[in-house]
Structures are given as C-alpha cells and as structure tokens.
C-alpha cells in the first residue's frame, strides 16, 4: 500500500509549516491556561493522536478513499444524527460524543467527509462543464450535514461547510454567472436573513459588532476586550505569560475562540506577522498540492478541505482582532479543540497524500 | 483537449483564489498594525485602566488632646461595606442578595446607590458604613463563593469621640465632603472632611494625607497582587488649650442642675480657651461614619437647638454684667472717681421719666465699689447718662463686649451694643437720650453671646489689653510638639488705669464675697470676683401680657462674668444659663469650675459637685411686672 519511494515526495516543509503552527498553540494554550494545566496537556494528547491520523490519511490512496466516500459520507451523517440524539451537552448545544478520555466532536470530521465526498463526485464526472444536475446534488450533499449541524446547534461549524460546496463548485466550473447571481441574492438576502431567519443573540453579535459601544458590558464586552488585547499588545508584545488581558480574564475563552488575541498580546506585532506568515504559507503550499495534483479528484480533495480550513482562519483571525461578529468559530491548528486538531491534522494528510501521489498511476 | 481546457480552468481559478487569498491576508496584517502599532497607546491605557486599581488608603485623622495631654479625640477602625459596579453584571441582584445578606432594607441600599449612580462605576459606594461583624463576616464569606463578587469590605479608620457629647461644639465632627469643600479642602468625593467646630477649623493639619495601593485586578475584580503602595500619613496631632476637668466640671454642673446654657473660660493674659460649652450638646460619634437621616432630622429639629454652639452663636442681652462696662469706661474717660457717690432713693428720673431701682428702698450714698457690688441701677443710671450711648459703645468695643471675638471657630456671629451710628444704619431713627439709660443697665437693644462676655472680663482682668480667644496650643508633626504662637493682636494694645483696675476688681470681689447678688460664687480663699446678670426673655410689657402663664421659657436667662484671684486673674470667664431667672445658678456652675481649676492647679482631689436640691415642683410663675429696671 504504502510504497518505499512514496516517502520521498512528502511534502516535509509543509508538514514543518503545519508543525510550527501547532507548537505556537502548544505555547499560547500553555500561557493562557497558566502552566501545564489539564487543557494543555489534553492538546498535547489530541496533537499526538493528529499526527497518527495524518500518517494514516496520507498512507491510504486518496482515490480508494474517495471510492469509498459514498460509504464514508453516510457513516458520518448517522454519526450526526446520532450525536442529536445522544451527544453530550454543553453549553446549551449537543455536539459531543462522550467517548469517556475524550469528547469526539464529529462536526469537525464531517468537513473532512464532505470534501472528500463533493471531490469524487464533481472531480469523476467527464463532462467538461458542471451541468444544473450536478449543482444541485452537491449543494444536497452539503445541505444534509450543514442542517444537522445546524441543529445541534453549532452554526458556526455548519457555516464552514459552504466554503467547501463554493469553492469545489468554483474550481470544477460553475459558470460565473451563478457567482455573481449567488453575490446579488447575498447582498439583498442579509437583511431579509437577519430579520426573520437569525436568533435574538446572533442578532445581537451582529449588531453589536456595528457598534460595540452600546452594550459594552454585554454582547460587546467581548468585541471591546479583543480590541484592547489585541492593541495593548504592541509591537513587541508584552511577554510570554506577561498578558494581563487573557491572563486576568478579562478576554473570555482566550484558549480557545480567542487564542490569537493573546498572542497578539503577549508577543506583538511580530508574533502576529509570524503567525499569519506561517498559515499564509501554509495554505499556499497547499494551494500548490492542487495546482500539482495528478487529477480532478486530488486538486478537488485538496481545495475542499482547504477552503473550509482557510475561511476559519481568516474569520477567526479577524474576529481576534474585534473586526468580525463574535461566532463560535475556532482557528484549526491554534485554538484548543481536540477534534478540531486530529480532523485538521488528518485533512493534512490527504493534501499530503494528493501531493506525494502526483506522479503515481 | 478537454483535460486541458479543464486545466487551465483549474489554474485560473486557482489564481483568483491565491490573489484572494493573499488580499485577505494582507488586509489582516493592516488591521493588526493599525491596532498595534497606530492605535497602541489608546488601547495601551485601556488595558491599564482593566486591570489596575488604585485604591484609596484612608489616613486616620490627627489625634486631639486638651491641655493636661488628655484624649479627646482618636481613631478606631471600622469596616465599610461597599458596592463596586464596574465588575457588576446585575446591580438589582447585588442590591438584593447584599441586604439579605446584612439583613438590612433593599430600599436603603438602593437610595445610596441611586444617590451615587453617576459616579465612575470604578468607585466603590460605601452602602453600608460601620458594618458590625457578623455583616462583615456574612459579606466575605458569599464574596468568596462568587456570590457578591462587586462587593468590597475596606477597614477605614474612623473618627471616636469617647467622652461623647463633651465639648462637642467645641471638637466639632466630620463628614463626607460637599462639594465646595472638594474645592476648598482640595480633596476627592467620599473623602472625610472636619464640618464643625476644631475639626473643620484645622482639618488641614489634622487630615493627614490619604495613600494609595495600585493594584492589579482580575475580570471579577479580586485583587492579584500589588503594584505599588504608598502607606497614608497620618493627620498632626493637636493639643488644645481646653482643660478637660474644667470642662467636664462645667457640663457636669449644668446637667446636674438641668440647665441648657454655655460657659466660655478664657486664660485672660493668653486667651487660650480653657472651657467651652454649649449645652444641650450632641454626640458627634453620629456623625463620624455618616449620620442617619433620622438622627440628622432630630437634632435639626429639636426645640433645644443642640447643633447651636450658644458660646459664639447665641446672643443674649447681658443685663447688669454690661455695668462693668459702664463703670470702666466712665473712669477711663475721666467723668467719674471711684469714690464718685450718687444718691440711690430707689430710683431716679431722667428725661421726664422716673426708671426704677431694683431695690425699693433704694442703696442709700453708694460709691462705685458699692454700686458694683449691690448692682445699684440709679448709680449707673446716672453715670451712664453722663458717658452717653456712644462712649458706652467705644468701650465694649475696646473691651471686647461688642462685635467679634476672633475666635478660631467657624459661623460666630457678632456681638451688638448699640450706639447712635448703629440705630441710624439699623432703623434709619435717631437716638433718643432715654434709650442710654436702659442701656446703661444692660437692656434695651444689647445681644452679646457668651464668647464676648468673656473676652470682656478677661481684657477686665487684664487692665487693658484684649487678647483673641484661641483653642489651639501645640500641635505636633512628627518631630514633638510646637507650641502654637498666637497671632498678633489686631486690636491696639491700651492700659487702663491703675485705679480703674482696682476699682473694678474690687466692686466684683464685693459682689461676690461681700453683700452683693453673687454670693454663690464664693469660692473660699480663693478671691473671686464677679458680676451676675439678668438677660430678659420678654419686655416687660411682654410679661404683663404672658402674666399668669407658667411657660418655664419665659422665664429669664442668667449670666454670671467673674475673674479669680481678684489681684492676679489666672482665669476669667461667662457662664450662662437659660431661663434660671438669676444669675445666681451660673454662679454655682462658675463655682464648681474655679474649685476644679484650684484642685487642680494645686494637685489636689477634684471637687464633687454636691448634689443639687429637688427641682422646683411647679414651674415658677412669671414675676409681676417691676417696670423698668428690674434686675438684680
């Protein structure tokens, strides 16, 4: 399965990029929860179990992965459903299996699973364009997961799905007058959506991202205090372990939604231009997996799992920033999250896996 | 040829996602620079302003004692219960769990807040000053269990009076600060400030200068560590010139008889106040962690008028004491000789009207020394006829009987002897001639407070030379005591003369050791010379309308004025008591302070007060009318 000069192509310095990143969260997570707490050393533990999952997403030939998918795909969404009825709760939502050392959140697997399954099907398909058809059984294929997540409720994750169905359809040829269809009825929807679709508290965030101010002690507490943060940090940064705004808690979940506000904090400027460096150029050398990749399949599998991972890094990294609605959005490969980091680690190794088969039969 | 238009598709589409991509990626780095390095400073403070405190250190006020270096005034500590709203998520529920807890009314708690709601929500509200231990004990243990986490227990060191009431109007008391005093004391809201008597007087040297802690806090506010502290200095201690025994003497004499009234004893050469009191009093332990309404209302209230300091507020006709007055100023203006004799058949008449003596008979050939000492009106009729209202008025002014004493307390009110200028401003009338003779006796339009009385006798006592009342002696800033050195006198120094002086001295001895009206100030050995006086509530014409009414307010007020030793006066002074008809009560009162200042001056046991005869059983009536002149 696994052939010896196979192991020449992995792509090391990307596998360096991803790892840089995850001994940054190690060190943030590590300062923000003061010391080796519990927290860290479960991070600790789910980086370990992502590096296996990696090395066994990239061992597995991604085309018998994705001739499985159907399979695959129905798995997960019994796993959802499953999780609706007997998943754990907290915090008010049901996204949890109780696995006893661990919470498995399958959520953050199904992004993963949908990649995998909308690649195979626009990425096998010989027609040169994308017919209505086929449009529309992907957006199916998304739907399904994305409402069940939905209902959990975790619409933050469930909205890290549509990345994954636009940018797969994009690359596979959805004709651009659809994109900018899809842009109009975005603009003209929002308020419509905002107004009878959104909850009283996501209503709330948003308007209280337009103006933080009005209620500064609620809603826009936490906009406010990511600002401060992120601004108190300086150039230089106060210091490993120095922040006072994570540390003293005035930052809430700063190990997790908001982990790059504390390292913004404790180490500047510089830390945060490093930071960004690092998944910059990461997603850029993924990008290269896709443009190298040997089929439809690879570069599809590859732009799936990354247009997800790269629309939660750029949101999370914005709304550390006080600049987005505050969502329960983490940023992979940083903010604590066991589940998060295996399903990232292992979406890695199928990019890993595209790129190193580029050349095989 | 499909793949590869399908390819280059793929490449295109991939750079328009790079480019995105890369867009994205530059905007952020922007926005953190624009935050970090535009924006820093603002944020910079910002977090400052999160996480550090500075709080407030309480300096405990001076320590005051009285002139023997007995306490007067110290400190305890006491704890302060407060609401600090910043950290607050629902300030309903911190109002309704905290006086559960305290066990005291939520509308209370609440009134305070609402009064303090526009303040910065960093500032603790004190909701509940003084708390006993078991609120204290309640408080800490829920703030520990995240219950009340707004809410804060601060030891404050607080103001204790332990004698109470006792020279109350004197010390003084505290409060919080109003708003003027922020901007004339130079301090912050919440700050305690002295607002009476000594303790406004010389808040300055007493407040001491409060120190600060600068703290870091968490996002519940409980304090992490400390950054910096700056321990609070504690305000200077004072001595007072008041002696405490003497004091107490005097207060314990009105309130054995049940007399309101005020005495002011003076050091004559110095003029250091060595008692002062004003009687009914208060407890100024009420005020000192913040009075409540309801006693605040009460003493406003009250009939008695306690919060008045009658020793510089109250003003009184002097009745026949102004005869010392009369009797210098017509030796000093050379219209008389001591041995100057007037007929007394009971009265005389000037100006087509007769003005009674108050002895029927009349005193027969009396010279000064006698008039003095039996009080004879038709002898200081006649003199003051000769000196006119308007020497008359020279005279109080340079003894000190009219206008200011100076005395270092606030809201002292001036003391009046008229005189034809004064009448012309006050009433745009003329002097009639007859008013001087009323005058001359100490009735008519005089209103002279305690504090005057006694500066008058003791510039008596001293032959001349008015000195300014004062209460501070010494104060101490750290290195010992320094001695206070009084201010010069703005009043020009003068002599009387020699004969003057004996004449005087010797009358008031007269009256007190010979056959005059104040026999009660008797004081063996010891040479007590003094006056009484009789201040009138109502006219006579008043009284014949109240005749029959048993209204014990109606009845007159007495003063007695008196220096000791006649020859060298070691202290003089005015005591005066309300509606005790005679002077002859304040003599008594007098008497108990001169034997307590011998006793002590001579190390020797303080005196007892003997215990005073049953009250009357029935108010006693209002005297037939007298007509004019009826003093003693």
Redesign the interface.
């Known amino acids: 399965m696994f052939e010896r000069r196979l192991y020449h192509h992995i792509d090391w310095i990307l596998i360096g990029a991803v790892l840089a990143i995850c001994a940054i969260s190690l060190a943030m997570i590590y300062s923000t929860t003061g010391g080796a707490s519990r927290v860290y050393t479960t991070q600790v533990y789910a980086l370990g179990l992502g590096l296996i999952a990696m090395a066994i997403a990239l061992s597995v030939d991604y085309r018998s992965l994705a001739d499985k998918s159907h399979w695959i795909y129905l798995a997960m969404m019994i796993l959802l459903v499953g999780v609706l009825f007997f998943g754990s709760v907290r915090g008010g939502s049901r996204r949890w299996i109780d696995l006893g050392f661990f919470n498995l959140q399958p959520s953050e697997f199904a992004k993963t699973v949908l990649a995998l399954t909308l690649a195979k099907m626009l990425g096998e398909e010989r027609r ?1 364009a994308l017919t209505n058809n086929d449009l529309f059984i992907a957006a199916s294929l998304t739907a399904v997961p994305f409402l069940i997540i939905a209902r959990q409720p975790d619409l933050g994750t469930a909205v890290t799905l549509l990345p994954i169905l636009l ?1 797969v359809a ?2 596979a ?1 959805m004709p651009m007058k659809y994109i900018y269809a899809m842009m109009i009825v975005a603009v003209l929807a929002a308020p419509v959506a905002y107004k009878f679709a959104l909850q009283d508290y996501q209503r709330e965030r948003i308007s209280t991202f337009l103006d933080p101010a009005q209620d500064p ?1 609620g809603a826009g507490y936490q906009q406010i ?1 990511a ?9 230089w940064g106060k210091g490993f372990m120095q922040g ?2 994570g540390q ?3 930052l809430p979940v700063a190990h997790n939604d908001f982990i790059f506000s504390v390292l ?1 904090e404790e180490q ?2 510089i830390g ?2 490093v930071a ?1 460096g690092l ?2 150029f990461v ?2 050398r993924a ?1 290269d997996a ?2 190298l990749a040997k089929d ?1 399949l690879g ?1 599809y599998l590859v ?1 799936g799992v990354l247009s997800s991972f ?1 629309f939660q890094v ?1 949101y999370n ?2 709304m550390s ?3 987005a609605p505050v969502k329960g959005l983490t940023l992979p490969l940083m903010s604590y999250g066991g589940s998060s980091m295996i399903a990232t680690l292992a979406s890695f190794g199928l990019i890993l896996n595209v790129r190193m088969r580029r050349f095989t039969n | 040829m499909a793949i590869a238009e399908d390819r280059r598709r793929l490449t295109h589409r991939l750079t328009v996602l790079r480019v995105a991509i890369g867009v994205a990626f530059v905007m952020l780095a922007c926005g953190f620079w624009f935050f970090q390095v535009v924006e820093h400073a603002q944020f910079k403070e910002m977090a400052e302003n999160n996480h550090q405190r500075t709080l407030t250190l309480r300096a405990p006020r001076g320590i005051i004692y009285d002139r023997t270096g007995k306490l007067l005034v110290e400190n305890r500590n006491s704890f302060n219960i407060s609401i600090v709203r910043e950290h607050t998520k629902d300030l309903d529920r911190t109002i309704r769990v905290l006086a559960r807890v305290a066990e005291v009314e939520e509308k209370i708690v609440r009134e305070i807040v609402d009064r303090h709601r526009r303040e910065p929500s960093y500032r603790p509200i004190v909701v509940l000053p003084d708390a006993t231990l078991a609120q204290v004990a309640a408080v800490t243990a829920r703030r520990l269990d995240f219950e009340l986490p707004d809410v804060i227990v601060q030891e404050v060191p607080t103001r204790q009076y332990p004698d109470q009431d006792m020279a109350a109007h004197l010390i003084g008391y505290v409060g919080e600060a109003s708003e003027d005093q922020m901007q004339s004391d130079g301090v912050t809201t919440g700050s305690i400030v002295g607002q009476f008597g000594v303790e406004r007087v010389y808040n300055k040297l007493l407040m001491g200068e409060d120190g600060a802690k600068r703290v870091v806090v968490n996002s519940v506010g409980r304090e992490m560590r400390t950054l910096e502290e700056v321990p609070p200095q504690q305000g200077r201690r004072v001595q007072l010139t008041v002696n405490y025994a003497m004091q107490k003497a005097a207060e314990d004499a009105f309130r054995a008889y049940a007399y309101n009234g005020s005495a002011v004893v003076l050091e004559p050469k110095t003029g250091e106040v060595l008692v002062l009191t004003s009687m009914p009093a208060f407890d100024p332990n009420d005020f000192a962690t913040g009075i409540d309404r309801a006693t605040w209302n009460a003493l406003n209230t009250d009939k008695l008028r306690p919060l008045q300091n009658r020793a510089i507020q109250g003003r009184y006709q002097p009745g026949s004491t102004f005869k010392i007055v009369v009797a210098t100023a017509a030796l000093e203006e050379g219209l008389i000789t001591p041995e100057r004799t007037v007929y007394c058949p009971g009265g005389a008449t000037f100006y087509g009207r007769f003005f009674k003596c108050h002895l029927a008979g009349g005193h027969g050939n009396v010279d000064l020394r006698h008039a003095i000492e039996k009080s004879c009106n038709t002898y200081f009729y006649t003199v003051g006829n000769m000196l006119g209202v308007d020497k008359m008025y020279k005279w109080s002014e340079k003894l000190g009987l009219a206008l200011k004493s100076g005395v270092d307390l606030p809201n002292e009110v001036e003391s009046i002897v008229p005189s034809t200028e004064w009448k012309h401003k006050k009433y745009n009338e003329r002097w009639y001639p007859g008013e001087t003779i009323s005058v001359a006796i100490g009735q008519g339009q005089l209103s002279v407070t305690p504090m005057s009385m006694a500066v008058m006798i003791s510039t008596v006592a001293n032959g001349g030379t008015r000195v300014v009342p004062r209460l501070v002696k010494a104060y101490d800033e750290g290195k010992g005591w320094v001695p206070v050195t009084p201010p010069p006198s703005p009043f020009a120094p003068f002599l009387m003369k020699p004969e003057t002086v004996a004449a005087v001295r010797d009358g008031l001895w007269l009256a007190v050791n010979g056959q005059g009206t104040a026999g009660r100030g008797r004081v063996a050995g010891r040479d007590v010379a003094g006056k009484t006086g009789t201040a009138q509530v109502i006219s006579n014409q008043g009284k014949e309308r109240a005749r029959g009414k048993t209204d014990q307010d109606l009845r007159d007020h007495g003063w007695f004025v008196f220096m000791v030793p006649k020859d060298n006066p070691e202290i003089a002074g005015a005591v005066f008591a309300e509606h005790a008809e005679h002077g002859y009560f304040s003599a008594t009162v007098a008497k108990h302070i001169i034997e307590t200042y011998f006793a002590q001056r001579d190390g020797l046991p303080l005196p007892v007060l003997t215990p005073p005869p049953p009250p009357a059983a029935t108010p006693v009536r209002v005297a037939a009318v007298t007509g004019p002149g009826g003093t003693d």
């Open positions: 040169p940018v994009y690359v040829g002690k205090q600002r401060i943060t992120v601004g108190s940090g300086g150039t006072t705004q003293l808690r005035f913004a500047g400027l945060v231009l960004l998944y910059f997603i850029m990008l896709a443009r439809r570069a732009l790269t750029i990294i914005t920033a006080g600049l």
